[in-house]
């Protein structure tokens, strides 16, 4: 497997930190949600970054390559599109599932894999599928997770080292989620960096988080704790990464804070003594930082070349329907008692469970405020909101994302009548009008597709 490009210290770019973002000094590449940019609309920051040189680097959050479904072809041509757009050098995913196709819901939100044969199965596969469609090479990263999944066949370092082996896919390591699975699953992040091919290493995530009851909460909305950059350290005794990046992506601290985070990170970094360094594809970071269209100079071919030179289609052949049916069945059971309040399945920790759930509907609540931001304001400000949208989200999964999600909550609320004032409830209803075209159903609409929903 060739080295990756050097990249260097980096931020996650948000909408909420441009300005800031582009007067950080000594910034050397940022990384942005690949569902938050249009190719052709691309943000005037962006833009002006990409002109100084800085990489840009595509990070997806819901191609679900987890999942027992094969992935969807129109996300992966969105995903790479935006690569060509930015220039990347790679795009970024997750291992994690985030929906299901029977029943159909949304989770909003990353949730594990269970480290078992059959799940490993449909990844490689979901992978090696993704590999074929992208411009340009493909990591994945290793996500944070409030609970486990019973029946485990394999750990951590299994898990991403045959992923690497039988796919030649790359490692985007999270060392915040590293603290965050040893505080709620109990793993220990030292014996998982011993384990895993860190050749395959792409670059490093940086973030923050919170502990309450006992469970570490992977805000991205906290500074980055000392225990995250020991873990950093940790990886840096053992390699020189090519790069490592900043999250943030709540509560945002002044450019100052920022900077000094980024100070902090960055002195880990340079700190010795550490691994030997691997060859760096494109020169120093200053030649990096000249050279901002990295396609050109990457054979994606050649950087995807798999360890061992395995064919890993020839090797082990494609999943059994049979295999992803079982998968399917254990990720659907799962998701609905989180989304849809059914029955936990057999084995989990129930309370882990109800703490996921609430996380869920938190953050749906949450994403739905900013992408209808008008609803908190006529609902009488965010804490009638949160609590309305609460409400609603118990016996309302998402099925079609958090725009129709929108849509859907206000129609519920102007069938039942609220809010209660008259005054919102005819700004409510004009809001849903001038977005959904038509006049809310009546209540016998309502009532026969609960029905219709229940006998289903």
Not at 126 to 137: E, F
Not at 321 to 333: C, D, F, K, N, W
Not at 368 to 389: N, S, T, W
Request: negative net charge.
């Amino acid at each position: 497997m060739k080295p990756m490009a050097h990249l260097g210290v980096g931020i996650g770019w948000r909408p909420e930190i441009a300005d800031a973002v582009e007067r950080l000094s000594g910034l050397d590449w940022v990384e942005v949600v690949a569902e938050n940019v249009c190719p052709g609309h691309l943000p005037e920051s962006l833009l002006r970054l990409r002109e100084r040189g800085t990489r840009v680097v595509p990070h997806g959050v819901s191609l679900g390559l987890g999942g027992a479904d094969r992935p969807d072809a129109a996300k992966l041509a969105a995903l790479g599109e935006r690569a060509v757009a930015l220039g990347a050098p790679l795009v970024t995913e997750h291992i994690a599932f985030v929906r299901t196709s029977s029943p159909v819901l949304e989770a909003g939100h990353l949730l594990p894999v269970p480290r078992t044969r059959d799940a490993l199965d449909v990844l490689c596969e979901n992978v090696r599928i993704a590999q074929d469609a992208l411009p340009v090479p493909l990591a994945l990263e290793n996500i944070a997770a409030l609970f486990a999944w019973p029946g485990e066949e394999l750990t951590e370092g299994q898990f991403l080292t045959e992923l690497v082996e039988r796919t030649g896919v790359r490692l985007l390591i999270d060392v915040a989620n590293l603290h965050t699975n040893r505080v709620n699953r109990g793993e220990d992040p030292a014996v998982v960096l011993d384990a895993i091919p860190l050749e395959a290493l792409a670059y490093v995530h940086v973030a923050g988080g919170i502990e309450r009851a006992g469970v570490w909460h992977d805000t991205h909305a906290h500074p980055v704790p000392p225990v995250v950059l020991d873990l950093l350290a940790e990886l840096r005794s053992r390699v020189e990464p090519a790069g490592v990046l900043l999250e943030r992506d709540d509560d945002f601290p002044s450019e100052a804070e920022l900077a000094g985070e980024l100070a902090a990170i960055r002195a880990v970094v340079t700190a010795g003594p550490a691994a030997p360094a691997a060859p760096i594809t494109a020169g120093s970071a200053d030649a990096a930082r000249t050279e901002p269209d990295p396609i050109a100079e990457l054979d994606p071919v050649a950087e995807l070349d798999p360890v061992a030179e395995l064919d890993p289609v020839a090797e082990s052949g494609p999943v059994a329907e049979s295999t992803r049916t079982r998968v399917a069945l254990g990720q659907a059971a799962l998701l609905s008692a989180l989304v849809a309040g059914t029955p936990v399945p057999e084995g989990f920790d129930r309370r882990r469970i109800r703490v996921q759930a609430r996380a869920l509907a938190a953050k749906r609540a949450d994403v739905v405020a900013k992408v209808a931001p008008e609803l908190p304001v006529i609902l009488g400000g965010p804490d009638p909101y949160r609590e309305a949208f609460l409400s609603y989200a118990k016996d309302r999964p998402m099925t079609s994302g958090y725009r129709r999600d929108a849509l859907d909550f206000a129609e519920d609320l102007l069938i039942r009548d609220l809010p209660a004032d008259p005054a919102a409830r005819r700004r409510l209803t004009t809001w849903w009008r001038d977005r959904a075209g038509a006049k809310p159903p009546r209540r016998i609409v309502r009532w026969a597709r609960t029905l219709s929903g229940r006998a289903a």
